[in-house]
């Protein structure tokens, strides 16, 4: 297996860029010069039963039931989806809906957990070597723990470890770029716990059996890299260093620096052989494999000048927002708002009394001086900065329009769904148009209409499929009342007939 | 003459021989039905609701192929007469409200302990959507349900409630960008503009 024992760090990688991208301010130092600590117990935790993309979770508990940490509170429903467990032991207090960390600031169904202070582990079973499970147990271990993307999209890791319709995978690479500015959950969570990426990445690859593993990192993270270093010496994964550019972390973005191969518009890199994971869902997979622990924590940055503590926080999933902010020294009356995420693709809360989930890496609360609210829009003046700024070689502006016009079948004729997202358009463009928030309103209303469409099919073919079925029914009782009508005339010409002999035979007699 | 006579027959052949191809073709490129019916079919919203006068979204699809106005139906609104008239290239008219009004996305709720088992909205129904059979109580298949309303008029002890459909977090999606949002605000802080 280990074929590579030389350390293939030295070895130097062709790197390849991407079109497009910016150098914002990186903002990083303000919260990666402190060790991870790990938050204090909250008087409550709230775990929403959808913390991923897919299917929601399916509660085990019923109110007033006693938990142990680790215990499975949410079945996986599905395909894609993943379990809850609970990340402490306690009490379930019910399940209701609660706001939750979601740009719509509407709530979902959650389930309340109320700690009971002894923090108490349900059984785990630990595994010393890996290599001694099949793959498909990893898989089921992987399933089992609730693991989900932790660099913020949240798709469930299983789905991911499975190769793409029994393909090779030619690449697995983990992605350790953290190019946003202000997040450094993944630089300390390298600095401090490189064994656990990497030992969580070798069990990738065990699963996944890539060609080549590689880790790409940008140079901003120089700690983290030699950690990493340190780390993957004796293993066949290399640690390359990428230049800082945001968004190199995107994941299309990080498989053409690295590999040269584009995604094609609609795929996904595992529709060429590539997959991407994020070192958190790295550190994740080992802790699951290696001691059975489930995904019950994360590390997560806060940030921003409201708060004084800066830094990052291994935080029991469920914590509240505002409870977590008030023991790092935050300042409401300073902030305006709260983002979960960064700053270019995060969203304001609207309530800070939302829980922490799997997805959340960065929770940034920034003074009005520091990241000030968006001027005035102005008209667009075909300056072109957003086309040259965009990663995905779009062409913003026409976007912009067509989004503007409502010209949705325009706009997906320019790739609209492309789009990452990146709010790169938005950011440099000089008249502060909310470029990247058309195109979300756009994509959301193309979505829509589509499930219409979906949804007047299925009424129509419902519609069709009744009016044949009374059209058959009328036919049959036409068939049967003929039926019947032929039945009584013929029984009546019987009659007549058999009258008609017995007439005959009494004539005769007579 | 002659030169009148040979392009008479000229032309003549020439009608005849462009007739008979045509005539071949009309016969042998026959299509069935008319495709323009349904293609305005596939854009009517399909409840079936009766609303335009027309019994169902397919008698409306071919009597706008016929040249009725395509401003009728209330359930598919401002953007179905929008579509229509981009699909037959006329100019998009106002809904007319004779027809009813564009009400927000309905569902069918059948408050269940009052409902007696008549099976007449299960009849009246025209997708099939509810569930129940005689003297049993029942419930509509919230999913399939179009919001029609035409289970509502012929219930006996009115237990059938037109409710806005709930617009949960998995439906929903951004809205248009106000002026003041927040994701991807500048910093307008000096190191920035330097570089």
């Known amino acids: 297996m280990n074929s590579a024992l030389s350390p293939t760090a030295t070895r130097k990688r062709k790197l390849y860029e991407f079109s497009g991208g910016i150098h914002p301010q990186e903002m990083k130092s303000v919260s990666n010069q402190r060790a991870i600590v790990t938050a204090p117990m909250p008087p409550k935790l709230i775990l929403p039963l959808q913390q991923h993309i897919g299917s929601p979770g399916k509660a085990l508990v019923e109110p007033g039931q006693h938990v142990l940490k680790g215990q499975k509170i949410a079945e996986a429903q599905g395909r894609i989806s993943a379990s809850l467990h609970a990340p402490t032991s306690g009490t379930i207090k019910g399940l209701q809906d609660f706001p939750v960390a ?24 630990a595994c010393e070597h890996y290599e001694h499970l099949s793959p498909s147990e990893i898989q089921a271990k992987v399933r089992e723990a609730g693991i989900a993307g ?103 973005q990080l498989v053409k620096i690295l590999t040269d191969k584009e995604v094609p518009s609609g795929k996904i890199p595992a529709d060429i052989g590539v997959m991407c994971q994020n070192v958190g869902t790295a550190a994740a997979v080992y802790r699951a494999v290696r001691f059975g622990e489930p995904l019950i924590s994360r590390i997560t940055t806060l940030t921003g000048d409201c708060v004084e503590q800066k830094g990052n926080v291994e935080v029991l999933l469920g914590t509240p927002v505002d409870w977590l902010l008030a023991q790092y020294g935050y300042h409401p009356d300073r902030s305006r708002r709260v983002i979960a995420g960064g700053p270019m693709m995060g969203f304001t809360l609207d309530s800070t009394q939302v829980p922490i989930v799997k997805t959340s890496n960065c929770i940034l609360a920034p003074s009005e001086t520091e990241l000030p609210l968006a001027s005035h829009t102005q008209a667009c003046i075909r300056c072109s900065q957003c086309a040259d700024a965009c990663p995905a070689e779009l062409l913003p502006q ?108 009494t004539g005769e007699n007579t | 003459m002659s030169v009148i006579t040979t392009a008479i027959l000229a032309l ?140 509502v008029e012929p219930c006996p002890v009115d237990c059938i409630d037109m409710l806005p459909l709930a617009q949960g977090i998995q439906s929903w999606h951004w809205s248009v960008p106000r002026k003041h949002i927040i994701a991807s605000d500048k910093t307008h802080s000096p190191e920035v503009s330097a570089s």
């Open chain 1, 150 to 252: 932790m660099g913020g999209a949240g798709f469930p890791t299983e789905v991911k470890l499975h190769p793409p319709h029994n393909d090779k995978v030619a690449t697995l690479i983990l992605n350790a770029a953290e190019c946003e500015p202000y997040i450094t959950a993944d630089d300390r969570l390298i600095r401090e716990r490189a064994h656990e990426v990497v030992g969580g990445m070798e069990i990738m690859a065990y699963v996944l059996q890539p060609g080549e593993c590689v880790i790409g990192i940008e140079d901003n993270k120089p700690e983290a890299i030699a950690a990493l270093q340190d780390a993957v010496k004796n293993t066949r994964i290399e640690v390359v260093v990428i230049p800082s550019k945001y968004p190199s972390g995107g994941e299309k």
């Open chain 1, 398 to 505: 026409q976007l912009y329009w067509f989004a503007r016009a409502q010209e949705y079948d325009k706009a997906e004729h320019h790739n609209l769904f492309d789009c990452i997202e990146c709010g790169i358009c938005s950011y440099v463009c000089p008249s502060s148009i909310p470029l990247v928030q058309y195109y979300r309103h756009a994509k959301g209303q193309i979505k829509q209409q589509r499930l219409g469409q979906q949804k007047s099919d299925q009424a129509r073919i419902r519609f069709e499929s009744r009016q044949r079925r009374l059209e058959q029914e009328k036919e049959q009782k036409a068939a049967k009342r003929k039926a019947r009508a032929e039945a009584a005339a013929k029984a009546q010409a019987k009659k007549k007939a058999s009258e008609t002999q017995a007439q005959a035979d």
């Open chain 1, 102 to 125: 979601h740009p719509s600031g509407m709530s979902d169904l959650c389930i309340e957990l109320i700690p009971d202070g002894k923090d108490q582990w349900c059984d785990l079973t």
């Open chain 2, 12 to 151: 003549l052949a020439l009608a005849v021989s462009f007739g008979a191809i045509l005539g071949f073709a009309a016969v042998r490129f026959k299509v069935e039905g008319n495709p323009i019916v349904d293609q305005i079919d596939s854009l009517l919203p399909q409840t079936q609701c009766g609303q335009c006068g027309h019994p169902g979204c397919r008698p409306y699809a071919q009597a706008i192929a016929d040249g009725e106005d395509i401003n009728k139906c209330p359930p598919g609104g401002e953007a179905t007469i929008q579509a229509l008239a981009d699909l037959l290239d006329v100019e998009p008219q106002p809904l007319d409200a004779e027809h009813g009004e564009e009400k927000p996305k309905q569902v069918a709720v059948i408050r269940e302990e009052e409902c007696i088992g008549c099976t007449k909205c299960i009849q009246a129904c025209p997708i099939d959507a509810i569930l129940g059979s005689a003297k049993h109580m029942h419930t509509v298949i919230e999913s399939e349900c179009t919001g029609c309303d035409l289970c």
